[in-house]
């Protein structure tokens, strides 16, 4: 099993992409996680990781769902 972490930035209101993200891996791997945390941060981050490895992160990646859960299976 493993764990996602989803950190987000605060100020620039990316909460809601926090949850949609969140949303769509618990409906989609559910079974295979352990655990989804969001954890809150600023300066624009948005990052996605599996078991500590960075899976996406905002500054280098467009944001796209399909591409962060696609992200997501190959780690797991």
Do not use: H, W
């Not at 960075?54 to 944001?63: M, P, Q, R």
């Amino acid at each position: 099993m493993s764990e996602v972490e989803i950190e987000y930035c605060v100020p620039c209101g990316y909460l809601n992409r926090a949850t949609d993200t969140a949303e769509v891996l618990l409906s989609t791997f559910g079974a295979d996680l352990d655990r989804v945390s969001l954890v809150t941060g600023d300066a624009g981050v948005f990052r996605v990781r599996v078991d500590g490895e960075t899976v996406f992160d905002k500054a280098s990646d467009d944001y796209d769902l399909d591409e962060i859960s696609r992200s997501v299976r190959s780690a797991l």
